[in-house]
């Protein structure tokens, strides 16, 4: 267990609609990273938050949206759906302070499925 | 451009026998950090190893070592000993730091372990 939550852990839903993705992150991390795996590929970064703030944008679609919250929680919005949607999207969060290694913890990831 | 190259798309190894999944990384920051991950057919992704560019010696951990060539700009996996839970997606990922910690992946080898 990394610590890191995601719901849900499936959905299938329909072209151009919406749908939320949340991601609590380790307790005491602050940084919350977003990627997006499509079916046998690698991972794509969508996008970072740190303690509230957008740190960072990867090739993340202007139809999907981000925040964090107060509590460190991160929702990922994404709209109009589209069968390329389709895909494995994997919150992580990094310690923030004490030794180098920081490696990403990732949750289970949430498998989107745009029919 | 910071990049991570992984040549080999997939692999297969005997059970027992060592097996070494390529990576070199393309960076002209003096520190950064190398990390291996492990994505069974269930999806999660499970941190396996990591080195710092700092570091002199070749990590280990357990029957993973990285075998880390600084010059050459590589950091390859090997596993010992393989076993049939082994059989898995492996992703190289480089971390740098640019006003944010960054985390890029390479595009994976899927290892097949044959009994």
């Known amino acids: 267990d990394s610590g890191v939550t995601q719901t849900p852990k499936h959905l299938i839903t329909a072209t151009g609609q919406r749908v939320t993705l949340r991601c609590s992150p380790r307790?005491?991390?602050?940084?919350v990273y977003w990627y997006q795996q499509s079916l046998d590929q690698g991972l794509q970064f969508l996008i970072q938050?740190?303690?509230?703030?957008?740190?960072a944008k990867g090739n993340i679609l202007e139809r999907f949206s981000a925040q964090q919250f107060p509590d460190l929680h991160s929702e990922l919005n994404l709209s109009s759906l589209e069968l390329g949607d389709s895909a494995l999207y994997f919150c992580a969060s990094s310690a923030t302070s004490g030794g180098a290694r920081r490696e990403l913890f990732f949750g289970e990831g949430s498998r989107l499925t745009v029919l | 451009a910071q990049k991570i190259t992984q040549t080999q798309p997939g692999m297969f190894v005997q059970e027992k026998e060592a097996v070494t999944l390529d990576c070199t990384y393309d960076t002209s920051d003096q520190s950064y950090g190398l990390f291996w991950y492990k994505q069974p057919s269930s999806g999660e992704m499970i941190f396996l190893i990591y080195?710092?560019?700092?570091?002199?010696q070749n990590a280990t951990e357990g029957r993973y070592s990285l075998n880390f060539q600084k010059a050459r700009k590589s950091a390859n996996l090997v596993i010992s000993a393989s076993q049939l839970g082994d059989s898995a997606m492996y992703f190289c990922a480089m971390r740098q730091f640019s006003g944010t910690y960054k985390y890029i992946f390479g595009t994976g080898t899927r290892l097949k372990v044959l009994a």
């Open positions: 307790s005491g991390d602050l940084s």
């Open positions: 938050y740190y303690n509230g703030e957008e740190r």
């Open positions: 080195q710092g560019s700092y570091d002199e």
